[in-house]
């Protein structure tokens, strides 16, 4: 059974940091790709980052310069540096892997609050 299980998720400040961490097992299917999205009450979910297997990344406009994301291949392990957050950031973060064969699952979430 694939589980993708995050964790760091939290309460900080504006301007604070966080660091997510999302590791992949149940499966020894290669992953083609990993990433994190975001849903913030009352709206939809929305992409937050992602890395292929190539090392491309992809970001939301809103997070370019602040966020970053990084995969740890051996460990099928994402991650998500978090710096210089603000409330608008304050959502659940979803870990999202796409695997070869069996496709896209996702993990459960976890939530993010920036509050002073």
């Known amino acids: 059974q694939v589980q993708l299980v995050e964790s760091g998720g939290g309460l900080v400040q504006p301007g604070g940091s966080l660091r997510l961490s999302c590791a992949a097992s149940?499966?020894?299917?290669?992953?083609?790709?990993m990433g994190w999205y975001r849903q913030a009450p009352g709206k939809q979910r929305e992409l937050v980052a992602t890395?292929?297997?190539?090392?491309?990344?992809n970001y939301s406009d809103s997070v370019k310069g602040r966020f970053t994301i990084s995969r740890d291949n051996f460990k099928r392990t994402v991650y998500l540096q978090m710096n210089n957050l603000k409330p608008e950031d304050t959502g659940v973060y979803y870990c999202?892997?796409?695997?070869?064969?069996?496709?896209?699952?996702w993990g459960q979430g976890t939530q993010v609050t920036v509050s002073s």
């Open positions: 999202n892997a796409r695997f070869s064969l069996i496709g896209e699952h």
């Open positions: 149940g499966t020894a299917i290669s992953i083609r790709a």
């Open positions: 890395a292929d297997n190539g090392d491309q990344t």
